[in-house]
């Protein structure tokens, strides 16, 4: 089969491309089926990379669940001690459903508020360049800078500490995402069906809810998945802006289990696969969409 | 939806009006974005400004309180520290960046105009950007460790015997490898998309003039790139430069000061050592840095309307 390919035109040529595909999609994967392979080991095996010869267990997981602050909970003496647990009641549920809570809150919150801005940029041009510009120079600005005095702010207004306190600071880049997107989204969308709505006698805000509502929801899903996964992995406010373990995210877990002295590898890697899983699910729908918007861009089906 | 008891959307519409003549509409709409953005970054913002002006220390509160500039001579004009954490910092942004930009490219190239290639190979090569950061640093940091790490013992399997972690340079190679790993999905994503988008003609009309495939892509497809690639470069750039929760997970600025960076110090400074008025400082200056940025890249014309 012939390519269509606009720079590869021979069998060879295919070969050779193909090849290097392959090569870094090895790259890619190995990181993963390496964190895999580990958490599969029995514990006191994780710490040896050349081990082969074992029954995979999933002995790191119970690990994961029953290891209560692994950073000052462990003690390790060689390779061969196991760690020492202490069994007080696992949170590891209650830190997922912290991280899905921050990581949703902050996606509702900032579509349902970037939507209406995102729409009267598109449409009105509302505030031109600058207006666009200042919507997203929050993203530049380093989390560490925001990290340092949004703990005392936070504190003085009463919401320190707290599941708030993470998603008002998520709010520095999920706002930005989620005008950004949004108006670019409805800048694509054809003015023309919106307007010949209100021709036939709709007010405008029917002609939003009738005509662009249903047509933009791969739209806002997109967005909304973005903003999601990017809250979903955040490490940095969590950690700096909460020192209370009941409100810990998987990612702050996951940061747990190092130490400058000691690298508990088997909850880690049991860890990483139980924070990692649920976005990458995510990711493969938003590919999906990348992707079919790509192909309707070029025409492929 | 047919019936309107009691006329309300009529009464609805009289006081929307009222409303717009005092506040268009188009403003309304963006209020709520624009005002809870300003809350979460402008306090945080005008207090550090104000913490950078102080002695203040978490433990020891405000010793002489209001000290001016002394933080921004001390900790960052005049201090090595933070002058060596810029180095990395530049040095990793601009091997990282570059790495990313040409490997990034290379794999749209491979996947441009091959739908079937791409249905299968995108979504694989498209994973690592989803990866928590502070994941991708233990991932890494676990795979290149001595003696626990598989990097190490496949590199020694042919005589090559590298300690990453305890030698400066390739400390920071470590650091890379991760971040390139993560991130050039980023750029394959946006080159693609922009590759996909270029139009047939001018393409093929090079290829009918006789130009070779190389000169094509140099002569035709660059050029026309040069867009996408220049925003995808500075998103790169700016993001790079906040580098922070790898260096936590793999070296913690080690060995010595060798992978400290600019986020690194400010955390180090600010939380380890409980001296958040330096730190505040110096986040100050990391902040002012990125936006120095932005202003070149706005005013060469790297940034242009239809980004948006």
Redesign the interface.
Known sequence: MS???????SRAGELV??S??VV??L???F??L??VW?ALKPEHLA????ATNFTPTLESFELMWDLVDAGSGGTREG?ESTVDITRSGSPVHLYLFNTLFVAGAATL?SL???A??A???A??D??G?P???A?L??????????S???F??WDALGIGNSRTAIV??Y??FA??F???FL??FF?EFPEELEEAAMVDGD?RVRAVINIIVPNMKPAFFATGILIF?YS?????FPF?LTNDESLRT???L??T??T?SD?L?SP?SAA?IV??SP??I???FL??F??E???A??G?D | MATDPGGSRERASRTLGDLQEVVPLRWTLVAPAALLLAFVTLLPILYLGYLSATDFNVLRGMTEGVVGVQNYTSAVLESNEFHNALGNTAVFIAVVVTVQTVLGFLLALLLWGRPKRRKYVLPVLLTPMFVSWVAVGLMFRFMFEDGIGIVPLLLSQVGVNISWFSDPTYALVALMIADIWEWTPFMLILFLAGLESLPEEPHEAARVDGASRLEVIKDVTLPMMFPVIAVAVFIRIVEASKVFPKVLAMTEGGPGSATETGSWIVYKIGFRFNDLGVAASQAVSLTLMVLGLLYVFYWSGGLQKDVF
């Open positions: 390519s269509d390919s606009p720079i590869i035109k491309a193909d290097v595909l870094f999609a790259f890619t994967v990181p993963f390496w964190v580990t710490l040896n990379p050349g390779a919150l349902a508020v970037g209406f801005a729409y009267s940029i449409r009105f509302t505030g360049m207006l666009r510009v919507f120079l929050p993203i530049l600005i380093p989390p560490i800078a925001f340092i005095s949004m005392f702010v008002l600071a709010m520095t706002i930005p989620a005008v950004w108006t670019v800048e007010t996964i979903w992995n955040n490490f940095i700096l998987m990612p702050v996951v940061s289990y190092v400058s690298l590898v880690m990483i924070t990692v976005v990458l995510l990711a493969y590919g999906k990348l992707i918007g790509m192909n861009q070029t492929i």
